[in-house]
Protein backbone atom coordinates (compact mmCIF):
# COMPACT_ATOMS: atom_id res chain seq x y z
CA UNK A 1 0.00 0.00 0.00
CA UNK A 2 1.54 3.80 -0.99
CA UNK A 3 1.53 6.11 2.05
CA UNK A 4 2.78 9.63 1.43
CA UNK A 5 2.80 11.57 4.42
CA UNK A 6 3.57 15.48 4.65
CA UNK A 7 4.70 16.75 7.33
CA UNK A 8 6.04 20.63 8.31
CA UNK A 9 3.33 22.81 7.60
CA UNK A 10 2.02 25.55 9.60
CA UNK A 11 1.82 29.33 9.98
CA UNK A 12 4.63 31.36 9.50
CA UNK A 13 4.75 35.35 9.02
CA UNK A 14 5.68 37.05 5.75
CA UNK A 15 9.80 36.44 5.19
CA UNK A 16 10.16 33.90 6.83
CA UNK A 17 11.05 29.78 6.41
CA UNK A 18 9.34 26.52 6.68
CA UNK A 19 10.34 22.74 5.49
CA UNK A 20 8.38 20.61 3.98
CA UNK A 21 8.86 16.70 4.43
CA UNK A 22 7.08 13.97 2.63
CA UNK A 23 8.12 9.96 4.06
CA UNK A 24 6.99 7.38 1.21
CA UNK A 25 6.58 3.61 1.99
CA UNK A 26 4.98 1.02 0.00
CA UNK A 27 6.97 2.41 -3.81
CA UNK A 28 10.26 2.47 -4.61
CA UNK A 29 11.19 5.51 -4.12
CA UNK A 30 14.14 5.98 -6.03
CA UNK A 31 12.78 5.34 -9.79
CA UNK A 32 10.12 7.96 -9.11
CA UNK A 33 9.74 12.10 -10.26
CA UNK A 34 8.63 13.08 -6.76
CA UNK A 35 6.43 16.86 -6.96
CA UNK A 36 4.96 19.13 -4.72
CA UNK A 37 1.89 20.65 -6.28
CA UNK A 38 0.03 23.44 -3.76
CA UNK A 39 -3.83 24.41 -4.07
CA UNK A 40 -5.24 28.10 -2.56
CA UNK A 41 -8.48 28.46 -1.46
CA UNK A 42 -11.01 28.86 -4.97
CA UNK A 43 -8.12 28.29 -7.27
CA UNK A 44 -6.55 25.12 -9.04
CA UNK A 45 -4.01 23.18 -7.73
CA UNK A 46 -0.50 23.86 -9.68
CA UNK A 47 2.59 22.23 -9.36
CA UNK A 48 5.44 24.53 -7.62
CA UNK A 49 8.17 22.13 -7.89
CA UNK A 50 9.80 19.00 -9.20
CA UNK A 51 12.69 16.54 -8.81
CA UNK A 52 13.25 13.70 -11.21
CA UNK A 53 14.75 10.47 -10.37
CA UNK A 54 17.69 11.78 -11.68
CA UNK A 55 17.65 14.44 -9.50
CA UNK A 56 16.80 17.56 -11.85
CA UNK A 57 14.86 20.23 -10.81
CA UNK A 58 11.81 22.23 -11.78
CA UNK A 59 10.20 25.18 -10.26
CA UNK A 60 7.32 27.40 -11.46
CA UNK A 61 8.48 30.59 -12.16
CA UNK A 62 6.61 32.54 -8.46
CA UNK A 63 8.82 30.07 -6.63
CA UNK A 64 12.03 29.99 -8.11
CA UNK A 65 14.89 31.74 -5.62
CA UNK A 66 13.19 31.03 -2.66
CA UNK A 67 12.32 27.50 -2.73
CA UNK A 68 14.19 24.59 -2.97
CA UNK A 69 13.23 20.98 -3.93
CA UNK A 70 15.49 17.76 -2.46
CA UNK A 71 15.04 13.95 -2.03
CA UNK A 72 17.09 12.07 -0.15
CA UNK A 73 16.78 8.19 -1.36
CA UNK A 74 18.27 6.38 1.55
CA UNK A 75 15.36 7.87 3.82
CA UNK A 76 12.64 7.67 0.79
CA UNK A 77 11.96 11.33 1.63
CA UNK A 78 11.25 14.49 -0.45
CA UNK A 79 11.61 18.09 1.12
CA UNK A 80 10.65 21.51 0.07
CA UNK A 81 12.56 24.25 1.18
CA UNK A 82 10.42 26.94 1.48
CA UNK A 83 12.31 30.93 2.24
CA UNK A 84 10.99 34.57 1.80
CA UNK A 85 7.60 33.39 1.93
CA UNK A 86 4.47 35.49 0.81
CA UNK A 87 0.92 35.52 1.75
CA UNK A 88 0.15 34.05 -2.08
CA UNK A 89 2.42 30.97 -0.60
CA UNK A 90 -0.67 30.32 1.21
CA UNK A 91 -2.13 27.13 0.04
CA UNK A 92 -2.69 23.42 1.17
CA UNK A 93 0.76 21.63 -0.26
CA UNK A 94 0.51 18.27 -1.49
CA UNK A 95 3.35 15.60 -2.07
CA UNK A 96 3.46 13.92 -5.50
CA UNK A 97 4.76 10.76 -6.51
CA UNK A 98 4.46 10.28 -10.47
CA UNK A 99 6.61 10.11 -13.31
CA UNK A 100 8.55 12.61 -15.33
CA UNK A 101 8.40 12.60 -19.25
CA UNK A 102 8.96 14.74 -22.09
CA UNK A 103 9.60 18.13 -20.04
CA UNK A 104 6.58 17.45 -17.83
CA UNK A 105 5.61 16.01 -14.62
CA UNK A 106 2.87 13.33 -14.73
CA UNK A 107 0.83 12.78 -10.75
CA UNK A 108 0.82 9.25 -9.54
CA UNK A 109 -0.04 8.96 -6.32
CA UNK A 110 -0.55 12.17 -3.79
CA UNK A 111 -0.07 12.58 -0.07
CA UNK A 112 -3.13 14.23 2.14
CA UNK A 113 -1.79 17.47 2.17
CA UNK A 114 -0.42 20.10 4.84
CA UNK A 115 -1.67 23.51 5.54
CA UNK A 116 0.42 26.54 5.03
CA UNK A 117 -0.36 29.91 6.45
CA UNK A 118 1.40 32.92 5.39
CA UNK A 119 0.41 35.95 7.78
CA UNK A 120 0.89 38.24 9.74
Known amino acids: QVQLVESGGGLVQPGGSLRLSCAAS????????MAWYRQAPGKQRELVAGITSGGSTNYVDSVKGRFTISRDNAKNTVYLQMNSLKPEDTAVYYC??????????????WGQGTQVIVSS
Open 96 to 109: NAGAYNSGSYSPGY
Open 26 to 33: GVIFSIYA
